[in-house]
């Protein structure tokens, strides 16, 4: 196969993947909401840091179980940890179940999860300007099912040692 026929293959195989377009569509709408939430808080935010936003429980959540939600090492989620406390989007609390461990939390409480998912919403309302109000909720059902059907064939996986 010639490089140039190769090169039209793999693009027609790239535009009929709905998980190519799931994975480009995700980066962008995180790169969006870093880019967002930098000029809204002057903060050095980097992606890095918002993959862990997800993870962090309102009740917080201790660094070894955010470094295996996330997927990266203890060592790396501290990092990543110690740098959104220094910024004061997270801080470290004492365990009230373990007074030698401690938990992650929001510095601001629920109140800074809810300005993030504003600018979020930003980045949605755009979304439904070009997509229209039910090609929004069509979207918006259909990802939530295909997230479910994800996280039970990933939570499959993992019960079969596969992850």
Not at 6 to 26: I, N, T, Y
Request: no cysteine; charged share 30%.
């Amino acid at each position: 196969m010639s490089d140039e026929a190769f090169q039209r293959e793999f693009a027609a195989a790239k535009e009929r993947s709905v998980s190519h377009a799931l994975l480009k569509a995700g980066r962008l709408v995180d790169e969006l909401g870093v880019a967002r939430a930098r000029a809204r808080l002057g903060a050095p935010l980097r992606r890095a840091h918002t993959r862990l936003f997800p993870y962090v429980d309102l009740e917080g959540t201790r660094l070894s179980e955010l470094a295996r939600r996330v997927g990266i090492s203890k060592q790396a989620v501290g990092v990543l940890v110690d740098e959104l406390v220094e910024m004061g989007a997270l801080e470290r609390r004492p365990d009230p179940e373990d007074g030698r461990a401690r938990r992650v939390h929001f510095a601001t409480g629920p109140r800074s999860v809810l300005d993030g998912l504003s600018v979020l919403a930003g980045i949605e309302a755009d979304l439904e300007r070009a997509l229209g109000a039910p090609g929004m909720r069509q979207l918006q059902r259909q990802l939530t099912r295909a997230l479910a059907t994800l996280e039970a064939l990933a939570e499959h996986s993992q019960s079969d040692g596969h992850s």
